[in-house]
């Protein structure tokens, strides 16, 4: 069996005015997140980690943040058009691992409905999905609640019925 892992990272900056999504969800909050996109940052995360693990490049080099297409675009969309070119490239998700580290808002109570979304955009079951918040005990600009940091590791399996780019 083949396999690849990728790692993805980001962070975004709060900014009033924004709603704040995260995982493709609206969550209720007083501050959202700055970014060209929607901000999801936990979506970034994830389509870096994706892209990653194909050695398909980043997030940035197939979303352009100068690009005007982008402009508050659905990261949940950006996420599915990664997973288009993972999957014609002959791979398949085995497992998403998923930390955000914020003070707050509190994530579990939403980490559900997130792995569903994230789990419809990979073609896998939400239990393929995991999701998990974490603060920074109040340390760094975390623990100082001036914006959220996500970390994503994906798990990719070749597909033995399409090309798979692996010696
Ligand atoms: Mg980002």
Redesign the pocket.
Known sequence: MKLRIGQGF???AFVAGRPLILGGEHLPFELGLA?H?D???LL?AITDALLGAAGLGD?GRLYPDDDERWRGADSLLLLRGAMHQVRAAGWRVGNVDVTLICEAPKIAPHAAAMARNIAAALDITASQVSIKGKTSEKLGFTGRREGIAAMAVVLLIGDDARRADVE
Request: charged letters at 20%; proline letters at 0%; aromatic letters at 0%.
């Open positions: 980001d962070v975004h970014g996109s901000a999801d940052v970034h997030i």
